[in-house]
């Protein structure tokens, strides 16, 4: 989905870890280019040798529409996640895409029923935030994203790395789905769709206000209403809005829902409630919002009918089934009207009576003309701009990489993130790749006494003279641990080697040695204010470990010999008393 | 690392575990069996049970006889019935961090903890142990606030006249902090405190400890819990089933390589096969049914209901029951039969399967369609219209002490065509029946248990193989009851630690190691060397970092650029700091090799002598002496640095440095 909406399919690779996400197909073409192009993966060899595992966001075809090809077709036979949801869902819409591919258009070469099955085979269900252990060192974990029933954003981990992908998501709950949500959990990158990258959208209740007036006006002028939707998903917000509608209005004419998919499509919806949002799951007991009480199964030869109605009908960019059918009798008339709530992508009917065309070229050399009116209406639930952003705040990622959206917008995005969160941020197209450097942290073991001895010392650092830590990386059968110089010493069974300096540091005075010792000590203590020296009642004076011990020089009674003796470990202050010694001492007051 | 234990029963279990810096709390069971010894609270006003007489002490003095009744032998306090709770002195409750829950029969007590501790940390559960746990919450509550009781009755608890009490009340522990039930304000403010988590979701708390809560198999969400950080282990096995029936199966390959496993909430009926009391229940249901009688199933709201209208589903049609009607009456009745219908994720695969279809997981939804099951908030308002007998009911309380089934007991009691089947293994069946005395009809005792018996436990353990395992005492020596049946408790290897109420035990072990970061700056400047085949040692120094719990290695300062002149320096600005350590030392120095250096560096006039030890060299000329020997070097020389620096790094080119 590369600067485009459709066939959404990306590859990560991550600490040597191959993750693909989604696998999606692309409602504007028929041809070749209506699934993924699967050798950019790996020209040669076999895909389940090459991908750890398949992600699927939510069951939007052009999130899954292509994976019974990839996975039966092309051949993959690795795990394949999604939720529950989704996993129930996917397999219809899947079967529903095959029927009007392969019975309406007659194509050949296209997945049975079977591969859908056997693809299915392959599916691991997740549940939210669980983490999924794909193997030794790849997680995943799903998020909420609030896009349809059983959509999800999912978090790629291998060590300290990490990949958040957000498939298509909207920040704002509606009437029923809550909003997304992630924890600040700072990935290396965060891939987002980028759908509404130039929109701010307008106050949900305006534009649901707007939509109940249109359809209202509508019918009170006897016109006839077409929604054409997907079967999930928008269909069920707006079912949900209109139901209340008439139900305060205390309105008459009646509402139909297309396609035997439906009723299903709802059930789904009542069992799997506790996916949608706080409002609903906890009113569900009393009042169940998907048992519609207006609304009614759809026959086709109601649309001959006269007098007013709405009719939700699929799908929902006009390009197929049962929609494009009610379009083509109604749309001559101008007291009706058809209200697009979604996205239509490019080459659909509905993009072009979108983008203003009023005559189209139909099969057959037929020209529709276009008389009803034609609304557009953005239900679709995906994050506005100002969503996107909210998204890249919450998880603070270290780069951004924007996909399913139209390149121009999302070079305006693009500039926008940059600005505001100072990352990098990419938009590569269909077949490219990015490339982002990391630096992972080693993560070793410390052992618990050397890490406590550092801390009980390090309690208030000091920024000017910061300490240091001392110890022994261990490394042995690829584990590494840390531990004090003595511990590692002793685990290899090697005794420790002393190395010891004494220096005879010769001073003019005739005093007794002890009160050598004496003036050597308050010497030492006034200028070696953070130092310990000590005074020891054998007449030694010492300076940490550092022995210090005066002895009568054996030939000249006027000088004393200062014997200063330290381990290789004390080498700098040893180093540094001799040489302080050596000055001499200052003349004692007498 | 300590652990805390709050409460002695073995399945309603309560503890506090001290892991590193944190404090967690594993499940708040409520001990509801202190019920028994009181007066059942009827929906109506009861003749038999409030001209029950009060009971004198053996010297006839009557002081007791308001709180003390007597009915056919037993003596029951005349009061609105109190529950026994956790300890809550033995730790400071307000410094629990976090409560972990296990399933929903274990957070009875949350409401206690929660809001009369000074509490201030977080719950973590799973959503339908929230859910259920809400509507077994709201039943009790709604069960002993709807029949207001005028009478406290607290004189009995006397210590000194509890001891003339007749048993059990003179052997009832801790009867001073009994205490009754809470409002449903406070349950809905403990319940705002949870957290919700799900199966295999990774918890970090404080950075130091990570929480993971594990299918268990037991109940609809019900979860066993995995408290480890990255070198150390902790399992604590609550309440888990390998029986197939509603919830996903139980999680045992997440729970190896423990160090301490924590073992409760085994079954409460080691001996009963669970299978085979279903049976009996659906037989001893049919026969009473078929001979005019009604039957009565004292029950919770949620569990194993659903596993036994499940198998009413398959056998009332081939058991000609047909036309019998069903009724569930419990003030949650609705919501647990809606939401068992929703938890598709938390179900076995079967279930989830159906919910695919889509259809609804449970088959009791077809039985409220066909109307054979009814269910009522309670026995006043439409069920008395709608009232057919002979029939079955299932309501609360399993205890018999409170709720609807108070009424039908009454009601049926006298009756020999009735039964009273009992599935429940929480309460003494005979102790529950003990008010009611005497009684006509028929008592069946069929407890369906499917949490785990000994025999699983020890495939468990061998499974698992934690280094160490924590039980109750009740587990580790044969039940009271059947004291010749070894088999019947923890057989591990080594011992089972046990635990009692109001004990603190130190868990046996230590922790070596805890995780740090070393920074990619700082691991590219590490040279490791060959020490061994295979062991690679570096030295390291660096700058520690600790911040949350998380510890990061970072690269020493660069030195700082010496300050330009005009300042003066100051004398300490010299002191080396003495932290700044050299590393330790390894190895041995050949004398003849090191002399051979010597010379080679323009040594001459060097004089070996031989000591008991070692060697020394004499470099005459410098009045130099080195000592070598096997673990030691010892340079002697008069004050000359640059010769002591030298010899220092000669001396350096025979050792590892660590």
Same mark, same amino acid.
């Given at each position: ?10 590859l990560?690779?991550i ?10 197909m ?17 020209r040669?060899?076999r895909?389940?040798?090459f991908?750890d595992c ?7 075809l ?9 996975? $039966?077709?092309?051949g993959?036979?690795?795990?394949i996640?999604m ?5 129930a &869902?996917?397999?219809?819409?899947l $079967?529903?895409?095959r029927? &009007?591919?392969?019975d ?7 997945f ?5 099955k056997?693809?299915m085979?392959?599916?691991v ?7 999924? #252990? ?16 059983g959509?999800?954003?999912f978090q ?7 990949v ?10 509606d009437r ?12 290396n990158?965060?891939?987002?769709e980028s759908?509404?990258a130039?929109?701010?959208r ?5 534009r649901?206000?707007d939509?109940?007036k249109k359809?209202h006006?509508?019918?009170e002028r ?5 929604i054409?939707?997907?079967?999930l998903?928008?269909? #069920?917000?707006l ?7 008439w139900?305060?209005?205390?309105l ?8 035997g ?12 409630i506790?996916?949608?949002? #706080?409002?609903?799951r906890?009113t569900?007991v009393?009042?169940?919002?998907f ?19 709405v009719v939700?009908?699929?799908p929902?960019m006009l390009?197929a ?5 009610i ?13 697009m ?10 993009h072009?009576?979108?983008?203003g ?6 099969e057959?050399? #037929?020209?529709l003309e ?15 701009a100002k969503?996107?952003m ?5 998880a603070?990622?270290?780069s951004?990489l ?7 917008k999302? $070079?305006f995005?693009?500039q926008?993130i ?30 618990l006494?050397l890490?406590?001895r550092?801390?009980?010392?390090g309690l208030?650092?000091d920024i ?16 590494f641990?840390l531990?004090?110089s003595?511990?590692?010493l ?12 004494t220096c005879?540091?010769q001073l003019h005075?005739?005093?007794k040695?002890?009160?050598t010792?004496?003036?050597v000590?308050?010497?030492l203590?006034s200028?070696l ?5 000590q ?5 030694s004076?010492t300076?940490?470990?550092i022995l210090?011990?005066a002895?009568?020089?054996s ?9 200063v003796?330290?381990?290789?470990q004390d ?12 000055k001499?001492?200052p003349q004692?007051?007498? | 690392m ?5 409460s002695?029963?073995p ?7 001290k892991f ?8 708040c069971?409520l ?9 059942p609270?009827?929906l109506?006003?009861?003749p ?8 004198s ?5 009557a002081?007791?006889?308001?709180e003390?009744?007597?009915?056919s ?6 009061s609105?019935?109190e529950?026994c709770?956790?300890?809550?002195e033995?730790?400071d409750?307000s410094?629990?961090d976090v409560?972990?829950?296990s ?6 007590a949350l409401p206690y903890? !929660? /809001? ?12 339908p142990?929230v ?13 002993i606030e709807r029949v ?13 006249i509890?001891?003339?009490?007749p ?7 801790e009867?001073? !902090?009994?205490?009754?039930?809470y409002?449903?304000?406070?349950v809905?403010?403990a319940?705002s405190?949870?957290?919700l988590v ?5 918890i970090?708390l ?7 809560p594990l ?5 609809l969400?019900s =979860?066993?819990?995995i408290?480890?950080s990255?070198y150390?282990?902790?399992s ?8 197939t029936?509603h919830?996903q199966?139980?999680d045992?390959?997440?729970?190896k390589? =423990?160090?301490v496993l ?31 009688g ?15 209208? /499940?198998?009413l589903y398959q056998y009332?049609d ?7 009607p069903?009724y569930f009456? =419990?003030?949650?009745?609705?919501s647990?039969l ?6 598709a994720?938390?179900?076995c ?7 695919y279809?889509?259809?609804?997981p449970?088959p009791?939804?077809?039985?409220? *369609? !066909? ?5 009522y908030?309670s026995i006043?308002?439409?069920f008395?219209?709608?009232f057919r007998q002979?029939?079955v009911?299932?309501t609360g ?6 709720? @609807? ?12 065509l009735n ?6 293994? @929480?309460?003494?069946y005979?102790?529950?029946l ?17 949490r785990l ?6 495939k468990?353990?061998?499974?698992v ?11 580790t ?5 059947q ?5 019947l ?5 080594p ?19 805890e ?9 590219d ?6 020490i ?7 030295t390291v ?23 330009s002149?005009k ?10 700091d003495c932290?700044?350590l050299?590393?330790?030392? =390894?190895g041995s120095i ?6 051979q250096?010597?010379?080679k560096?323009g ?14 060299v ?8 080195? *000592?070598?020997? /096997?673990?030691s070097?010892h340079i002697?020389?008069?004050n000359?640095?640059?010769?002591r620096?030298?010899l220092?790094?000669?001396v ?5 440095k660590f």
């Amino acid at each position: 989905a590369g600067q485009d909406v459709g066939r959404s399919c990306i590859l990560v690779s991550i600490a040597g870890k191959n993750v693909m996400l989604d696998c999606g197909m692309h409602m504007g073409f028929n041809d070749d280019r209506r699934f993924p192009d699967f050798s950019y993966i790996t020209r040669n060899g076999r895909l389940t040798d090459f991908l750890d595992c398949v992600i699927i966001s939510h069951f939007h075809l052009d999130h899954c529409g292509a994976l019974p090809y990839f996975s $039966e077709m092309v051949g993959y036979d690795g795990p394949i996640y999604m939720t529950h949801p989704t996993q129930a &869902i996917c397999p219809i819409l899947l $079967e529903d895409y095959r029927k &009007i591919a392969v019975d309406k258009k007659g194509e050949a070469n296209f997945f049975t029923s079977q591969m859908i099955k056997d693809c299915m085979k392959k599916v691991v269900a997740v549940r939210l935030h669980q983490t999924v #252990q794909v193997d030794d060192e790849l997680e995943i974990k799903a998020y909420y994203a609030g896009h349809v029933l059983g959509a999800a954003m999912f978090q790629i981990k291998v060590g300290s790395e990490s990949v958040v992908y957000t498939g298509d998501y909207n920040m704002t709950p509606d009437r029923h789905l809550g909003a997304a949500w992630i924890d600040k959990c700072r990935p290396n990158l965060l891939i987002t769709e980028s759908t509404y990258a130039t929109t701010i959208r307008d106050s949900k209740r305006c534009r649901e206000r707007d939509f109940l007036k249109k359809v209202h006006e509508t019918v009170e002028r006897g016109g006839k209403v077409l929604i054409p939707v997907f079967a999930l998903g928008r269909a #069920q917000e707006l079912c949900i809005l209109l139901e209340t509608f008439w139900e305060r209005m205390n309105l008459k004419a009646p509402i139909y829902f297309s396609t035997g998919l439906t009723e299903k499509a709802n059930h789904y919806y009542k069992l799997f409630i506790t996916w949608t949002n #706080q409002k609903i799951r906890k009113t569900f007991v009393q009042r169940n919002m998907f048992e519609f009480k207006h609304i009614k199964a759809f026959d086709r030869a109601f649309a001959d009918n006269p007098g007013p109605m709405v009719v939700f009908a699929t799908p929902g960019m006009l390009h197929a089934g049962q929609s494009l059918q009610i379009f083509r009798k109604w749309a001559g008339n101008e007291k009706n009207m058809v209200i697009m709530p979604g996205y239509c992508v490019q080459g659909t009917v509905g993009h072009k009576i979108l983008s203003g065309q009023r005559k189209l070229e139909m099969e057959g050399r #037929q020209v529709l003309e276009v008389k009803m009116q034609v609304e557009y209406m953005s239900f679709s639930a995906h994050a506005d701009a100002k969503g996107i952003m909210q998204l890249v705040g919450q998880a603070e990622p270290e780069s951004v990489l924007l996909v399913h959206g139209e390149a121009k917008k999302m $070079e305006f995005l693009k500039q926008k993130i940059e600005q505001e969160f100072r990352v990098n941020c990419y938009m590569p197209a269909n077949g490219e790749t990015v490339t982002l450097p990391t630096s992972p942290s080693i993560p070793v073991g410390i052992s618990l006494g050397l890490l406590k001895r550092e801390m009980a010392q390090g309690l208030l650092p000091d920024i000017r003279k910061p300490r240091l830590l001392h110890g022994t990386l261990i490394v042995k059968d690829s584990s590494f641990r840390l531990v004090s110089s003595e511990q590692a010493l002793k685990e290899l069974g090697l005794a420790e080697h002393q190395l010891r300096f004494t220096c005879r540091v010769q001073l003019h005075d005739s005093r007794k040695e002890q009160e050598t010792a004496a003036r050597v000590y308050s010497h030492l203590k006034s200028i070696l204010k953070d130092h310990c020296v000590q005074h020891l009642p054998d007449g030694s004076v010492t300076v940490e470990s550092i022995l210090v011990q005066a002895a009568a020089h054996s030939e000249d009674p006027g000088t004393k010999v200062l014997l200063v003796s330290w381990t290789y470990q004390d080498e700098e202050l040893g180093s540094y008393l001799t040489a302080l010694l050596k000055k001499g001492l200052p003349q004692a007051p007498s | 690392m300590k652990l805390y234990c709050l409460s002695g029963h073995p399945t309603l279990p309560c503890n506090v575990l001290k892991f590193k810096s944190t404090t967690v709390m594993l499940d708040c069971g409520l001990d509801m069996t202190s019920t028994l010894n009181f007066l059942p609270l009827p929906l109506v006003q009861s003749p038999r049970l409030s001209n029950l007489p009060g009971w004198s002490l053996k010297d006839g003095n009557a002081f007791l006889d308001k709180e003390l009744k007597e009915c056919s032998g037993h003596v029951f306090v005349d009061s609105v019935p109190e529950f026994c709770l956790p300890e809550t002195e033995l730790i400071d409750l307000s410094t629990v961090d976090v409560i972990l829950i296990s399933n929903y029969h274990c957070m009875m007590a949350l409401p206690y903890i !929660t /809001e009369h501790t000074g509490f201030t940390g977080m719950v973590y559960a799973t959503e339908p142990t929230v859910q259920i746990g809400r509507l077994l919450m709201e039943e009790l509550v709604n069960f002993i606030e709807r029949v207001p009781k005028a009478q406290s009755a607290s004189l009995w608890k006397n210590k000194d006249i509890q001891r003339l009490l007749p048993s059990p009340l003179k052997d009832a522990v801790e009867v001073s !902090t009994w205490r009754r039930c809470y409002t449903m304000q406070e349950v809905n403010s403990a319940l705002s405190k949870i957290q919700l988590v799900g199966y295999s979701q990774k918890i970090e708390l404080f950075g130091a400890v990570q929480v993971t809560p594990l299918s268990s198999g037991y109940a609809l969400g019900s =979860s066993n819990w995995i408290i480890q950080s990255h070198y150390e282990k902790v399992s604590y096995v609550s309440g888990s089933s390998l029986l197939t029936t509603h919830p996903q199966p139980m999680d045992q390959a997440s729970l190896k390589n =423990s160090d301490v496993l924590i073992l409760t909430g085994l079954t409460q009926i080691p001996t009963a096969n669970p299978d085979g009391m279903v049976g009996e229940f659906c037989s001893n249901l049919a026969l009473t049914v078929r001979n005019g009688g009604n039957v009565l199933v004292p029950c919770y709201p949620s569990g194993v209901i659903y596993d036994l209208l /499940e198998c009413l589903y398959q056998y009332i049609d081939s058991a000609g029951l047909s036309n019998i009607p069903f009724y569930f009456i =419990s003030p949650v009745a609705n919501s647990s039969l809606e939401f068992s219908q929703i938890f598709a994720e938390w179900l076995c695969h079967n279930k989830q399967t159906k919910v695919y279809l889509p259809e609804p997981p449970f088959p009791h939804a077809e039985l409220i *369609q !066909t109307n054979k099951l009814k269910h009522y908030p309670s026995i006043h308002g439409d069920f008395s219209n709608d009232f057919r007998q002979p029939c079955v009911v299932f309501t609360g309380h399993p205890s018999l002490r409170f709720g @609807d089934v108070v009424h039908f007991m009454e009601l049926w009691g006298k009756s020999s065509l009735n039964t009273v089947i009992f599935t429940e293994p @929480d309460f003494s069946y005979l102790e529950a029946l003990a008010p009611y005395q005497p009684l006509a009809m028929k008592c069946i005792y069929c407890p369906i248990d499917t949490r785990l018996n000994f025999i699983q436990v020890s495939k468990l353990l061998k499974e698992v193989q934690p280094l160490h395992v924590v039980c109750p005492e009740q587990y580790t020596q044969p039940p009271p009851a059947q004291s010749h049946r070894m088999d019947l408790m923890i057989d591990c290897q080594p011992p089972a630690m046990s635990y009692r109420r109001a004990e603190v035990l130190a868990l046996p072990f230590k922790r070596r190691y805890e995780k740090i970061e070393i920074m990619p700056e700082l691991a590219d400047s590490l040279v490791p060397m060959e020490i061994k085949p295979g062991i690679s040692l570096a030295t390291v120094s660096a700058v520690l970092h600790t911040k949350d719990n998380k510890h990061v290695l970072q690269p020493p300062p660069r030195p700082a650029p010496p300050t330009s002149g005009k300042k003066r320096k100051r004398a300490s600005d010299d002191i080396p700091d003495c932290q700044v350590l050299k590393p330790l030392l =390894s190895g041995s120095i050949p004398v003849e090799q090191f002399v051979q250096t010597l010379e080679k560096h323009g040594f001459s006039d060097i004089k070996v002598e031989d000591t008991a030890k070692g060697h020394i060299v004499l470099l005459q000329e410098a009045e130099t002496l080195i *000592q070598i020997e /096997e673990d030691s070097t010892h340079i002697i020389c008069d004050n000359d640095e640059m010769l002591r620096v030298r010899l220092r790094d000669l001396v350096l080119k025979f050792l590892q440095k660590f």
